[in-house]
């Protein structure tokens, strides 16, 4: 078990110098005092950022749940995970963890061992298997527009960054999101690294022992449909599939993201 009994000021300064947003119900971090209700960490994935998490985590927050929104830094699986996994330790009590896209392997690898995880949520995710990339299971199964919609820009070190095309955000990334609302969301994505959607990943996985549920996009453009259902069949996950949303079914149906997550808390948890 890791060492939690650290201040409340020192938890505060870790979380506010990694860029999250992080409160509870009551506006106190929620990595302070621990709640009758688990701490729901919120982790984004690719060609995003933590604030299409808003309507999710205002619902969340009303329903008297601490929240946690990590800033993802999209550059490594690896290192992603080992971000997250810093920040999991600074939470008392148990943890919800959720994770979008990209966001699903990183929570697959941070979770890891952690007995304060107490469910993981999948939302139209990858979960890797170890040896397994984002990038090679999106092309397991037709379907996805998302190799024909990246743009490249090469870096400084060698490396590219990964941006989905403004232009085809909307219809491929957002369907179901209203046109301007996409628009905004194409413009404001955060790249991911080639570096990090091709790092296979390693190691144990937290799927494998800890309990998971799988909200699946029954009309997603980015990872098809067929091949969340096989990683969420895999996982022995408890599936929902939203019928006709998009890649981003946490922003254009939040009241079902939310139900979906406070299942998990609640039949994980004991509430």
Same mark, same amino acid.
């Given at each position: 078990?890791?060492?939690k009994g650290m201040r409340v000021a020192v938890a505060a300064l870790a979380i506010?110098?990694?860029g999250l947003f992080a409160v509870s119900?009551?506006?106190a971090y929620a990595g302070g005092r621990p709640g009758p209700k688990p701490t729901i960490v919120l982790v984004h994935g690719a060609f995003a950022d933590s604030s299409g998490f808003a309507a999710v985590a205002r619902r969340l927050l009303d329903d008297g749940y601490p929240v =946690? @929104? @990590?800033a993802n830094p999209l550059r490594g699986l690896s290192s992603d995970a080992a971000q997250v996994r810093a920040l999991l330790d600074t939470i008392t009590g148990p943890i919800v963890l959720v #994770?979008? *896209?990209y966001g699903g392997a990183v929570i697959s690898a941070a979770a890891a061992g952690d007995p304060d =995880?107490?469910?993981l949520v999948y939302l139209a995710a990858f979960v890797p298997a170890a040896g397994e990339s984002a990038e090679q299971l999106v092309n397991r199964f037709p379907g996805s527009t998302v190799g024909e919609s990246l743009k490249a820009v090469p870096l400084p070190d060698g490396q590219v960054d990964l941006y989905i095309d403004p232009a085809v955000f909307p219809a491929r990334f957002a369907g179901d999101v209203p046109p301007k609302d996409a628009a905004v969301y194409a413009i404001t994505q955060r790249p991911a690294s080639g570096a990090a959607? #091709?790092? +296979? @990943? *390693?190691? +144990?996985?937290a799927w494998q022992t800890i309990r998971n549920y799988n909200l699946i996009s029954g009309a997603d453009r980015i990872i098809p449909p067929a091949a969340q259902r096989f990683m969420a069949e895999r996982a022995g996950a408890e599936v929902r599939v939203v019928r006709g949303? *998009?890649?981003? =079914?946490f922003v254009s149906q939040p009241g079902t993201t939310v139900a979906f997550i406070e299942k998990a808390a609640r039949e994980t948890v004991h509430l």
């Open positions: 078990m890791r060492n506010a110098g990694t119900a009551d506006g =946690v @929104a @990590a #994770g979008h *896209s =995880v107490k469910a959607l #091709g790092e +296979p @990943a *390693s190691g +144990p996985q949303a *998009s890649h981003l =079914v």
